[in-house]
């Protein structure tokens, strides 16, 4: 609820605070004492359109800030939030117009940009007034309405239909992309087989380019290796190739471990000396004996470098199309077969994708059914309930219907198209209800909806009609009143009025009076009890002062409050 809101430079409003309750608030005053202003004030506070022509006369800008309780997890608290707000001790809101014409907002401590404010006044505040509907003034809006008024029936059978329809638009989605992919898939299923099927025919071993690149080297450059290997086997052995024998490392190794042999015996230093000579000896021996094995086993053969140079030719195509090595390829290999497995399986995928389409269509349709069922109910008894309400309103002619047609179209919210209509008397024709009234009219009607559904749909938390009871007097006004009470008990609202019959009804009463001191004109608010409040009511009887009018305020609180 709109806890508090302060109003600076408005009009004729030099300042006022208007502190608000729950329950049914009035505001009356004189003609042109500003109580309108008041409404202005709130429109401007949710985002309404800010002019210069409301700036008071010789002031820079008119301010409007108003403090808003709501509950934890209001949806209008988590969009505060969302903005930034800070929520710790109530939304805050503050609306400025400079006289210049520009408009600033603030929600919560922080700027915000004004169409916030109207996001927020979505879940805060409807306005009824002659000139200013914000209520029903979309069609989804007949629609909520009608739905949160048709009970846990009708929200069931809409949730049902909501998650069928959301899952069908799932699978349509991903059929549709399917289907529209289909030939790409295939284009590239038939590449990647190309792939497979060269990688096949070569048939890489993990580490095989490594491996004949070492190959290659050693048979390329044989007969150098085979002559190093060869000098050093010579040098080592003493036994070149083609000549007699001279002394080879070995030899020598054998005959210096000889003589230190002979003399070691008197020297443990020698000795050890003599036993890493037998080291040496023993380790040339063995190279020597390695050099030779691999001059045995190197002879050149030409056939088997070509087939090495082959090979790697054939890996090397592989390389440049699918890795810089031979793994690579393997793993572009591994990654491709699994592709082309997946994309195989989408004409499976399509087919079990139209069955199940064609599944929750079906269900789609008997969901919408019974949703469309339940709203026809609940329009026909809406219907007749706000009709009903009419008829204390001083508008017992009217019909109000509530009309439900079948589009043929599946959207979000199931298939029907939803929109309250009046016929203001016998002949007439229904129209929407935004429409077909004019002046007071329009407000008594919103009055009738949000009476007829206050104890059905969850709604805002505050109303606020301005002029509910234009063209209304005698026993339609108490009407109006005993309505906008009954209204009171669900929410918060607050009555620009004129009428001390609606007045009678209020929780609070405040009073907009105006002054002037020859110079400058102002208007100020204050909340009226007891003898205030009958001497106000008489006033608005027309008797101000007169005993029979003070008796026939009284008479009207009595009765009120009865």
């Known amino acids: 609820m709109i806890e508090e809101i302060r109003i600076r430079d408005l009009g004729v409003i030099d300042e006022a605070v208007l502190p608000l309750h729950r329950g049914l608030t009035v505001l009356t005053g004189e003609t042109g004492a500003g109580k309108t202003m008041v409404v202005t004030a709130l429109g401007l506070l949710l985002g309404g359109r800010g002019d210069s022509g409301l700036v008071r006369a010789g002031a820079q800008r008119t301010v409007v800030e108003g403090l808003v309780d709501?509950?934890?997890?209001?949806?209008?608290?988590v969009r505060a939030e969302e903005a930034g707000a800070d929520t710790a001790e109530g939304l805050?809101?503050?609306?400025?117009?400079?006289?210049?014409?520009?408009?600033r907002a603030h929600v919560g401590g922080r700027a915000a940009p004004v169409g916030v404010l109207a996001e927020l006044a979505e879940h805060l505040v409807a306005v009824h007034g002659q000139a200013d509907q914000w209520r029903l003034r979309r069609a989804d809006e007949h629609r909520e309405v009608l739905d949160a008024f048709?009970?846990?029936?009708l929200a069931a059978a809409l949730e049902e239909y909501r998650q069928v329809h959301t899952e069908l638009l799932g699978v349509e989605s991903e059929l549709e992309e399917l289907r529209a992919a289909a030939a790409e898939r295939a284009r590239e299923a038939e590449t990647l087989r190309v792939g497979l099927e060269r990688i096949e025919a070569v048939d890489p071993q993990p580490g095989e380019d490594e491996s004949l690149r070492a190959e290659s080297d050693r048979l390329g450059h044989a007969e150098?290796?085979?002559?190093?290997?060869?000098?050093?086997?010579?040098?080592?052995s003493g036994e070149p190739d083609g000549g007699a024998g001279g002394a080879g490392v070995v030899e020598a190794l054998a005959a210096a471990s000889a003589r230190i042999a002979a003399a070691s015996a008197n020297d443990a230093a020698l000795a050890a000396l003599g036993t890493r000579v037998d080291e040496l000896r023993y380790l040339a021996a063995d190279v020597a004996a390695d050099l030779g094995a691999y001059l045995a086993d190197a002879d050149v053969d030409p056939a088997r470098l070509d087939q090495v140079e082959q090979r790697r030719a054939a890996l090397g195509d592989l390389t440049r199309l699918y890795g810089p090595g031979v793994d690579d390829v393997l793993a572009w290999g591994s990654a491709a077969a699994a592709r082309v497995t997946e994309l195989e399986g989408t004409g499976d995928r399509i087919g079990e994708l139209e069955e199940r389409a064609a599944a929750l269509g079906t269900r789609r349709e008997a969901a919408a059914a019974v949703l469309g069922e339940h709203r026809r109910t609940a329009a026909e008894a809406l219907g007749a309930r706000i009709t009903d309400e009419l008829g204390h309103l001083s508008m017992g002619a009217a019909t109000v219907t509530v009309a439900v047609e079948d589009t043929g179209r599946y959207g979000a919210e199931g298939r029907e198209a939803v929109e309250v209509r009046l016929a203001s008397g016998p002949g007439t024709q229904p129209r929407s209800v935004t429409k077909a009234a004019s002046g007071g009219e329009l407000s008594r009607v919103m009055l009738a909806i949000e009476v007829a559904t206050a104890d059905a749909v969850t709604s805002v938390p505050t109303f606020v009609f301005d002029e509910v009871d234009a063209g209304v007097g005698g026993r339609a006004a108490v009407d109006v009143g005993a309505r906008l009470a009954a209204l009171a008990r669900h929410a918060q609202v607050v009555v620009v009025t004129h009428l001390a019959q609606v007045a009678a009804h209020a929780d609070r009463h405040l009073v907009v009076e105006k002054s002037d001191d020859g110079h400058v004109t102002r208007s100020m608010v204050h909340a009226v009890e007891g003898e205030e409040r009958v001497a106000e009511l008489a006033r608005m009887l027309g008797g101000s002062g007169t005993r029979a009018a003070l008796?026939?305020?009284?008479d009207l609180l009595g009765r009120a409050r009865a």
Do not use: Q, Y
């Not at 709501?70 to 608290?77: K, T």
């Not at 085979?226 to 040098?235: E, K, L, P, Q």
């Open 224 to 236: 150098e290796l085979r002559t190093a290997a060869g000098g050093a086997h010579d040098v080592l």
């Open 150 to 153: 048709g009970g846990p029936d």
């Open 92 to 103: 805050v809101l503050v609306r400025s117009v400079t006289a210049d014409g520009r408009s």
């Open 551 to 554: 008796d026939h305020a009284r």
């Open 70 to 77: 709501l509950p934890e997890g209001h949806a209008a608290l």
